[in-house]
């Protein structure tokens, strides 16, 4: 699953190559487009996944979703991208196989009380990882909020 590595702070190690402010801001885009190309190719709803599974380091993405989302100026698009950045919330260090969050279908005739109990470990690990995808989901609320107020605050004018 994992690309090249793009890292958001190879882009600021390279800021003789990004001569300006266009420059950056295209590299945040071009991160953006690519965490949702990675969307695209793969289903996470309902999944923890380790960030190793990324195409670029997290904070990269997180990094390149706050410039761009302070940067948009229509709403709905800033909503969207928030929305989008959110999702990144899925991705925590160390969960290695993914995880599935959402309840399982069980078999026809089967009953609640089968033999085939869960692990207590899986469930002290699926519990922590929980608790972990609720803060950073506030995090990275607190970071595109923060970014989306700075969009909604500039003065845009048309030449």
Known sequence: MRQSPVHWEDIADNSARLSSDADVLEAAHHLVDVYLAFLREHEI???????CELPAAKESFVNAFRVVIATE???NMRALLVKTGLTLAQFQDNI???????PE???AGRSSTSRNRADPARIRK???AIVELGQEQLRLGHVFE???KIAGGKLFHHA
């Not at 709803?45 to 960030?51: A, E, Q, R, V």
């Not at 290695?96 to 959402?102: A, D, K």
Request: aromatic fraction near 0%; charged fraction near 20%; charge should be positive.
């Open 105 to 107: 279908a069980r078999p």
């Open 45 to 51: 709803t309902g999944c923890m996944l380790d960030t």
């Open 96 to 102: 290695g196989e993914p995880l599935t969050v959402q």
């Open 73 to 75: 100026n229509r709403p």
């Open 126 to 128: 699926i519990n922590r």
């Open 146 to 148: 923060t970014a989306a």
